[in-house]
């Protein structure tokens, strides 16, 4: 079971380690290597389809990792919240941009339409709710630009996970039918992929890409906030 404020403590826990050195490992990270980070990350952004100029905001930043990599991938410019205070800290210190603690269910501190794309790179698995995930997608495109992205990855598949007899931590929610019913509702383009096809590997630790998946929700260039 997914309980927020144990997330929250145990991520702000992280933040206060000192022993700690790569930016992913304060967002536990430290099952991947670097290089397979790097790789993760990269092809990540191919997927999404960052380009230089870009205006990015991560809901659920954390210590800054994966803003980290787009930013040494591409020129972009970089903003995001987390609602571990302390990571938001490591965050600050690391990387040029604006961050604030918040939670991703309320951006009402970020101004409409403010950026090109918005980002959530393994954090839904932890919502605990179909509601929470509603309002957290629902802020997000508030904030995109019309004919922006909307990348939500790292999503834990509940119709796959019995492939593991040890499934990863977190929530086994969101099924698939529910992003394509909150994209018509949304008048959203959708595009859902299976984890495997951004990055895999046949051995060692691949973020279980097996049982996820990561999607885009696409803004009609001429639709409202």
Known sequence: MVIPAEIRKEYNRLGERRDLVHLKDF?????????????????TADFIGVEDGDRLFEAGCGSGAFLAELAAYRTVSLAGVDFAENLVRIARSHLSGDFQVADITDLSSIGTASYDKVLSHGVFLYLDSEDAARRAVLEMTRITRPGGTVYIGIVNDPDRHA??????????????????????QED???KLVDQESIFSKPSGYDCYSRIRYSLLLKKAPGSGP
């Open 27 to 43: 967002a536990r990270w430290g099952f991947i290597s670097s290089d397979d980070w790097t790789a993760l990350c990269r092809r």
């Open 163 to 184: 492939e593991y007899d040890y499934p990863p931590s977190g929530s086994f929610i969101l099924t698939r039918s529910f992003w394509q019913n909150l994209a018509d």
């Open 188 to 190: 959203l383009t959708l």
